[in-house]
């Protein structure tokens, strides 16, 4: 197993770089941050690594529901309690909710603690443990409270993925193909060729964690490169938002898994993506992913979802689009008129 390009993160086992967690954990009381599925991970950490035996554990509530300021507030309290200062150490053990609001809280407990990320899910280790943002969700809208800062270290070991459920697993799995789509042909190709089972996790991983950070390098404060990772994700948002008004819960990966699909074929109808291209991406992510979808009369409210976006002024809406497998182009605005015009004809035709 190998360092990946950020030489903050780390993929492997826990025993490998027991030696790093131990030296930055020195001379520091130790907190550590999971939810109720997360608690096993935890207990994996503490009999891997003896030093972490005696930690203060807080468990939070799994489900974006509890990603909130009032659990914050719980974990503040809690460090509180236990006597935490400010040369503390908080140690985030969980998917991307778990890092997301550890790193809040550890940010913003008294002006700032040193973290650290240990992703157990697929998606917490090549998407939100990586690049900086840090936040929770605030009337009913995802992460508009938060900072960007980064941890310490971020330690990726697949081991977790053991106890990941299935659609959680392919939830991240989409994130990943989204990589491939944005900026490596070979990374796409390698994992659209192969059953999901046979797949070299670890090689995956570390290809997507690779791009990741050297996008979220090149432009951490998202002013243009860091958008090429919205692909998929403007219509993914929108459709996630809809089924959640209707009460139809499904999970982040799927809904962009739909969005890459229909991102896709708006980069075809504005001739940037060529139609075999479209059609090998469309074919693959239906393979992958249960289909979700709208009809004719929900183009309205979803371009309105769409203008809720911080990036969308009233007429034109900001896409990120593919003009070939392997390579994303950013600020693509796209006028409202055209796009409902575009939604249409997807329906139409699929
Ligand atoms: N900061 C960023 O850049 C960024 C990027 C993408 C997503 N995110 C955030 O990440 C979150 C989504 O991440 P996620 O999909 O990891 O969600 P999550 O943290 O809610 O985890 C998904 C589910 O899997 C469980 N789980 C996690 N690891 C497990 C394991 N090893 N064994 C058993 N169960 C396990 C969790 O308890 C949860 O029920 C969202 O809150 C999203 O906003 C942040």
Not at 143 to 163: M, R, S, V, W
Not at 294 to 304: G, M, T
């Amino acid at each position: 197993m190998k360092t990946v390009v950020n030489q903050k993160i780390k993929l492997g086992s826990l025993e490998q770089h027991a030696k790093e967690l131990i030296e930055i954990s020195e001379n520091k009381k130790v907190f550590i941050l999971c939810d109720n599925n997360t608690e096993q991970c935890v207990n994996y950490l503490k009999n891997k690594i003896s030093i972490f035996r005696n930690a203060g554990t807080y468990t939070i509530k799994s489900g974006e529901k509890f990603k909130t300021l009032k659990t914050s507030q719980e974990i503040w309290d809690f460090l509180i309690t236990k006597k935490a200062n400010r040369n503390d150490l908080l140690i985030n053990v969980g998917g991307g909710l778990i890092t997301d609001i550890g790193g809040f809280v550890a940010s913003t407990y008294k002006r700032g603690i040193q973290f650290i990320n240990i992703p157990t899910s697929l998606l917490g280790m090549i998407d939100a443990s990586i690049g900086g943002k840090t936040g929770v969700n605030f009337n009913g809208i995802k992460n508009q409270i938060g900072l960007f800062n980064n941890p310490e270290i971020i330690l990726c070991d697949p081991y977790f993925l053991k106890t990941l459920p299935k659609d959680e697993f392919l939830s991240g799995l989409a994130e990943v193909l989204k990589h491939g789509l944005i900026h490596s042909r070979e990374h796409w190709d390698y994992c659209s060729s192969l059953e999901i089972d046979k797949l070299d996790i670890l090689k995956i991983i570390n290809e997507s964690i690779s791009i990741k950070t050297k996008i979220v390098c090149i432009d951490p404060q998202e002013k243009k490169e860091r958008k090429l990772l919205n692909f998929g994700h403007t219509i993914g948002h929108a459709i996630e938002s809809m089924l959640i008004q209707k009460h139809k819960q499904t999970l982040h990966g799927f809904a962009v898994a739909s969005g890459i699909i229909i991102e896709s074929f708006i980069s075809l109808e504005l001739n940037h993506l060529k139609e075999e291209d479209y059609i090998e991406i469309k074919k693959t992510i239906n393979e992958i992913f249960p289909k979700l979808t709208f009809i004719k009369s929900e183009i309205p409210a979803l371009i309105e979802l769409m203008k809720t976006d911080k990036k969308n002024n009233s007429d034109e809406i900001n896409f990120t689009l593919i003009d070939e497998i392997g390579h994303g182009i950013v600020n693509q605005n796209i006028n409202t008129a055209q796009l409902k015009l575009i939604l249409e004809k997807y329906l139409e035709i699929s």
